[in-house]
């Protein structure tokens, strides 16, 4: 039997409309439907071509059901000016993720999650610690004080953060990385059965991917299960969220000089790991520039390229350590990546989208004999290193 919503979630996943499938896969639009809604299924003939078509294996189309991911749940930015196309490859990678999650999550002991719940800002806003947005002193403020939170409760002080994905993966965030395919995204993350995940674009630059890791964190944080993470105001707490958690204002106005210059941004900006654009903007923030000042370090940071890129930067990109420890395992038991795929029902080029692409560093052990797959006697627990 064909698992109907599977057709879809293929396609999807591949950024096709029904009527283009049906023409690389030989079938009618009306049929390819017909096969999509349950009300038909598909001849072997039929499926391989889709599954072709798809570059899926035929028996991802057969497996059980994979939950839907409710767009309302899911913290796009500018939802309204993503395509269609974009939307749903995005969360398709997002249900895969939650695939790949409850395989790791059976065989490895993985962390808790262990970040500040809605209870507890409720609490502070009741005792006037936080205010709500909106009221005087709300909004930005809630945000900040939520990042101060996040630090107290962590145990980071004020110190510069060294690797925002492990400090998440620390705290039981479950981090993936964002399909190639959707280059448009940022980044996102979502609740699902109380674990956070968070999806990040491998594409950017190594201080963008840290802020939106940070930026990630605020809407878990900030917006939790209960509410929707989108809009305006959803984006404007979550943005000035990483900003104080990844330069904290205690730590950059004992470091910063008042009126620092656009060289001195360009040197400061490693000592947090963030952008040039970012570090001048929270210097304004902290009122440590003027507004015309400010915008002189924009124009001249624009002008040194640095509104879209960090030229010279030497920052390596973050990767998930949980993720290399949990296939370093998998390797030394004698599993390798493409048993993965296998039990997941994917191609081993769609799981390392999930993962950092790090099947194509990661040196295969021996082959286990045919149709046998490495069992773990135990459930290894890993250590996550901050």
Request: proline share 6%.
């Amino acid at each position: 039997m064909t698992t109907a919503s599977r057709l879809v979630l293929a396609r999807r996943r591949r950024g096709l409309t029904v009527t283009r499938l049906a023409q690389l896969a030989g079938l009618t639009a009306r049929r390819l439907s017909d096969f999509e809604n349950g009300r038909a299924i598909p001849s072997p003939p039929s499926l391989s071509a889709i599954a072709e078509a798809l570059e899926f294996p035929e028996s991802f189309f057969s497996a059980g059901e994979v939950a839907d991911l409710p767009v309302e749940t899911v913290s796009f930015r500018a939802l309204s000016k993503m395509t269609a196309s974009q939307r749903d490859v995005a969360l398709s990678s997002g249900r895969l993720s939650r695939g790949l999650q409850d395989w790791i999550g059976a065989r490895f002991g993985l962390p808790a999650a262990d970040l500040p719940s809605l209870t507890s800002f409720s609490r502070l806003r009741e005792d006037g610690q936080i205010p709500y947005p909106g009221e005087a002193g709300g909004g930005d403020n809630s945000a900040e004080r939520a990042a101060e939170l996040v630090r107290t409760r962590w145990g980071l002080g004020v110190a510069p953060i060294a690797n925002m994905v492990h400090l998440l993966e620390a705290h039981g965030v479950r981090v993936f990385s964002l399909s190639r395919d959707c280059p448009e995204v940022d980044a996102f993350s979502f609740w699902d059965r109380g674990i956070p995940f968070v999806l990040l674009n491998t594409e950017k630059t190594a201080e963008r991917g840290r802020f939106d890791a940070a930026h990630e964190l605020g809407h878990l944080v900030l917006h939790g299960e209960e509410q929707i993470p989108h809009g305006p105001q959803a984006e404007a707490e979550a943005h000035r969220f990483a900003a104080a958690l990844l330069m904290p204002s205690a730590d950059v106005l004992a470091y910063a000089p008042r009126n620092p210059s656009t060289n001195w941004i360009l040197q400061a900006k490693r000592r947090w790991k963030v952008a040039a654009m970012a570090l001048a903007h929270r210097l304004h923030e902290l009122n440590l520039t003027t507004e015309w000042q400010y915008r002189t370090h924009c124009v001249e940071l624009g002008r040194l390229g640095y509104r879209k890129a960090e030229p010279e930067s030497r920052l390596p990109r973050e990767t998930s350590q949980v993720l290399g420890k949990v296939f370093a395992a998998l390797r030394a038991e004698g599993t390798r990546p493409a048993d993965v795929a296998r039990d997941l029902h994917l191609r081993p080029a769609d799981l390392n989208d999930l993962i950092f692409g790090l099947i194509v560093t990661a040196q295969d052990g021996g082959r286990p004999d045919q149709g046998q797959h490495a069992t773990a006697p135990r459930r290894p627990q890993l250590s996550v290193v901050r």
